[in-house]
């Protein structure tokens, strides 16, 4: 019989990231997650987060017919102090970006590996009243793999549907990273409850990352961290401050939320079933 503790993975670190993107000003904002990229790595991170909409920050004007695009393009060469940063690091980032193809502008997540090359990884499948003007949503879920974790991938306002988070764990997700803008009063409820509610419905670990300071939608509320797999806050940063917070990811505490919390063991098969929808997986390994 192998002995479970040759089978069990390694603990995977992950950071959550947080500054005040420059409206519009692409390279200003790849050096700061450069920046924040190395922080992460000086605090044992394998993966940093940072927030969705980062790259251009997040203000719809700048994206209307009349302004200078923000948008990133496959293999677009301003990303090379991040991918710099992540090469000599080893480390992976997972950064929001407004990315423009043949097919229209889309809210993405970016994701730069360890050997430096950056995936368009994942565009964002729901979209709120003014964004649907001006960007067209994703049709498949993204999971990424690095050291045996696969982790989903969501943004911002994915995270209010339970069913996306789900179909990542029914994919093999053990965390689900959604980076955000949240603003103070109502989005921060709705940031304190989403991110908590999908971690223990689901038993994973979940990954918040913010804005802070102004945002084309008021002011953010910060507070960029992870939850546990039981619903509880495990870091959290400050609400106005650039920070870097970083939590490291365990099967031991995964398989004992399962252990008493077995909803996921309890569900319908057909409702398993039903949140399997399309999805791709990139390795970084």
């Known amino acids: 019989m192998t002995d479970v503790a ?54 719809l004007d700048l994206f209307r017919p009349d302004v200078k ?60 009243r003014e964004e649907r003007e001006l960007f067209r949503p994703g049709d498949h879920g993204c999971t ?7 982790l989903g991938l969501g943004s911002a306002y994915d995270v209010s549907f339970p069913e996306h988070a789900r179909a990542a764990v029914h994919d093999g997700c053990d965390a689900y990273l959604c980076p955000g803008v949240y603003t103070r009063g109502d989005g921060e409820h709705r940031r304190d409850l989403y991110f908590a509610a999908r ?39 400050d609400g106005e401050r650039v920070d870097v917070v970083a939590a490291t990811f365990q099967d031991i505490e995964i398989d004992a ?7 996921l063991e309890d569900l319908p098969s057909r409702a398993r079933a039903a949140a399997g929808a399309r999805r791709e997986t990139i390795k970084l390994d």
């Open 257 to 263: 939320a399962r252990e008493c919390l077995t909803m």
């Open 6 to 59: 040759e089978n069990a993975r390694q603990p995977l670190r992950v950071a959550a990231a947080q500054a005040q993107a420059r409206p519009g000003d692409i390279p200003a904002n790849v050096a700061t997650a450069a920046q924040l990229v190395r922080f992460g790595s000086s605090a044992g991170a394998d993966v940093v987060v940072l927030p969705e909409l980062f790259l251009s920050g997040y203000d």
């Open 144 to 150: 990424i793999e690095i050291s045996g974790w696969r």
């Open 199 to 237: 971690a223990l419905e689901n038993t994973c670990y979940t990954v918040v990352a913010n804005h802070i300071g102004d945002t084309g939608l008021g002011p953010a509320c910060g507070r960029s961290g992870v939850y546990g797999p039981d619903g509880r806050v495990v870091i959290e940063a």
């Open 69 to 128: 695009p923000c948008d990133i393009v496959p293999g677009d060469t301003r990303l090379g102090e991040l991918q710099a940063a992540c090469y000599a690091t080893r480390t992976v980032a997972v950064v929001g970006a407004a990315v423009r193809r043949a097919g229209g502008r889309t809210i993405s997540l970016l994701v730069v590996g360890r050997d430096g090359d950056a995936h368009v990884a994942y565009d964002r499948q729901h979209l709120w």
